[in-house]
C-alpha cells in the first residue's frame, strides 16, 4: 500500500503567504514541493493553499460541489504581475484513461475521476478568466520528479 507524506508546512517566508500560516496542510510530496517553492523563489509575492471553493456540477453523482484549487499564486514576472490557480495532478489524471488490458471496474473508477477533473478544472478556468487570473494543471513533470 502507499504511503503518503501529509502535514503542516511552516513557511520560511510568512508574510508572503495569504491565510493561517498554522494551518498550511499539504496532502501529498508534491504539495509539499510546490509549497516549498512558493514559499522560497523570490519572484512569487503572494502564494495560498486551498485558497477558496469553486463549485462545480459533479455528474458522475448529479450534485452541486465546491472545488478547492491547491495553490494561489500572484508572480512577478517580466510583463508585470500574475495571478494564477493551481491544481497537481498525476500526468495520468489529466488525460482520458485507456481501457487495454485494465479491469472494467478499474476503467470505469479512472473514468469517473478524470470527467469529475475535467469538470472541476472547467469551472476553475471559468472563475479565472472572470477574475483576471490563470488555471493551470501541473504534475510530475512540471514538479520535475519525473
Known amino acids: 500500500m502507499a504511503k503518503y507524506v501529509q502535514g503542516f508546512y511552516n513557511p520560511v517566508n510568512p508574510k508572503k503567504y495569504i491565510g ?3 494551518e498550511i496542510v499539504y496532502r501529498s510530496s508534491w504539495e509539499l514541493r510546490a509549497f516549498k517553492w512558493a514559499d522560497l523563489t523570490e519572484n512569487i509575492l503572494e502564494w495560498s493553499s486551498e485558497p477558496f471553493p469553486i463549485r462545480y456540477f459533479d455528474y458522475s453523482t448529479n450534485k452541486t460541489r465546491r472545488y478547492f484549487p491547491d495553490l494561489y499564486l500572484k508572480i512577478k514576472t517580466k510583463e ?4 494564477f490557480i493551481v491544481e497537481i ?3 495520468k ?3 482520458p484513461p485507456k481501457q487495454g488490458r485494465k479491469k472494467t471496474k478499474t476503467f470505469i473508477q479512472e473514468s469517473l475521476t478524470y470527467e469529475k477533473n475535467v469538470s472541476k478544472w ?3 478556468e471559468k ?3 472572470d477574475n483576471d487570473m490563470t488555471f493551470m494543471v501541473i504534475s510530475e513533470k512540471e514538479l520535475g520528479i519525473k
Do not use: L, Y
Open 89 to 91: 495532478k498525476p500526468e
Open 20 to 22: 493561517n500560516i498554522k
Open 93 to 95: 489524471q489529466t488525460k
Open 80 to 83: 508585470g504581475i500574475k495571478k
Open 122 to 124: 472547467s469551472q476553475a
Open 127 to 129: 472563475f479565472c478568466k
